[in-house]
């Protein structure tokens, strides 16, 4: 099969890691007889830099003519300082947005090999765990009205978040369809003692619980989830929740798991076309040093092949190489966490799964 991939390689270890990916998918294409057309765009700093703007018009272009995108990471001091339309950041909520992509699905699951790289105590890791957060992406706080304005004490600053019926009821078909796939679990996470767009989002999860008989449902607040993420991880199976709970809990998530650096996510809309990108961020200290770690870029392009091509022998073959690696004892500068041992680069590590591959 024939696939047109935009490549959003963005700032900082971007680059470096959209380029492992790539070699990765395109040893895939190779293996299984498919192939794979890549056609670069700017976001973020760098089309700031270039264009003046950080999501330039042909990046949405580009990515709209696509049959999926994988993005690298976007932002860094050199452009910290700008106006809060004009940051890096705006272009990821931006192509989010052009793309329809209201759904985010952010695995985090404990690899064995990984697991002396946890910060939780040895008993809770012992148990293991392997959860997927269902984060509502295009709503919500991120999108609602903000601005400022003379408030009781002068001037204020404001942001709203609003969430329609329609909105909540889409991103929880997902989230019940994607635990029918996995372990029949789904945890729904909110606020409902306080807001009102909780209240809403409980009431149509437990209308559409109703569906769902197999799926076990239930809720919990926001603030005892952040508690029991880090008390009991294993219960978890799927979580659904709003655009800044998923921010906030999938960070959590992915820092129990010890290697941030591992975890890919995909964000989906109502067609097949997705973007995937790892859930770390730019990290503009090792930039340009060979240094990251290229994993969650690789397993997010085979979150592609599965979610967006259909591919789930190809993407399987990705991860098993991946777990394969890491079970040798390959590791990247971050997965040593200051233990002992000579970590891979960037370009190392990458070579290793090639040759698994
Ligand atoms: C993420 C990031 C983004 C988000 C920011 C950079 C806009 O934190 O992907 O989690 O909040 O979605
Ligand atoms: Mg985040």
């Known amino acids: 099969m024939e696939f047109n991939i935009a490549l959003l390689k963005g700032d900082g270890i971007g680059p470096e890691i959209v380029d492992s990916a ?3 998918l395109e040893k895939t294409a190779e293996k299984f007889g498919h192939k794979f057309n890549f056609t670069p765009y700017l976001i973020g700093g ?60 952010r695995p985090a699951k404990l690899y064995p090999a990984l ?5 939780l105590r040895a008993d809770i890791v012992s148990k293991g765990f392997d959860l997927m957060i269902v984060r509502e992406l295009t709503g919500g706080i991120y999108f609602g009205e903000r601005g400022y304005r003379e408030g009781k004490y002068g001037e204020e600053a404001y942001d709203t978040e609003a969430y329609s019926r329609m909105e909540i009821e889409r991103i929880g078909r997902v989230a019940f369809d994607t635990a029918m796939k996995r372990n029949k679990k789904l945890i729904s996470i909110d606020k ?25 449902y239930s809720d919990m607040l926001v603030d005892n989830a952040a508690m ?6 294993a219960q978890f ?3 659904v929740t709003s655009n800044m709970f998923g921010d906030i809990l999938s960070d959590e998530a992915s820092q129990i798991t010890g290697s941030i650096g ?7 809309g109502a067609t097949t076309r997705g973007m995937y990108e790892p859930i770390h961020g730019s990290a503009p200290d090792i930039a340009g040093q060979n240094k990251a770690n290229p994993n969650a870029t690789i397993l997010s392009a085979a979150m592609m092949l599965r979610y967006s091509f259909g591919l789930a022998e190809e993407a399987d073959c ?14 990247t500068a971050d997965l040593l966490g200051g233990g002992e041992g000579t970590p891979l680069t960037c370009t190392e590590m990458t070579e290793k799964i090639l040759e698994v591959l």
């Not at 591992?262 to 989906?268: E, F, K, R």
């Not at 990705?318 to 590791?331: C, F, H, M, P, T």
């Open 237 to 239: 199976d799927v979580i």
């Open 262 to 268: 591992m975890l890919a996510s995909a964000s989906l």
């Open 192 to 216: 409902a003692n306080v807001l009102e767009t909780s209240r809403l989002w409980r009431e149509i999860m437990h209308k559409m619980a109703e569906e769902y008989p197999e799926v076990e």
């Open 115 to 119: 697991k002396e790289a946890s910060p």
């Open 22 to 24: 790539v070699a990765v």
């Open 228 to 233: 029991q993420l880090v008390k009991n991880p």
């Open 46 to 105: 760098c089309a700031i830099d270039a264009t003046g703007e950080p999501l330039p018009q042909e990046t949405v272009d580009g990515c709209l003519a696509s049959d999926s995108v994988l993005l690298g990471a976007v932002g860094g001091p050199k452009w910290d300082t700008l106006p809060g339309n004009k940051r890096p950041e705006k272009a990821l909520l931006g192509i989010r947005s052009a793309l329809g992509l209201f759904t985010n699905l």
């Open 318 to 331: 990705i991860e098993k190489a991946v777990d394969k690696v890491l079970e040798a004892g390959y590791r």
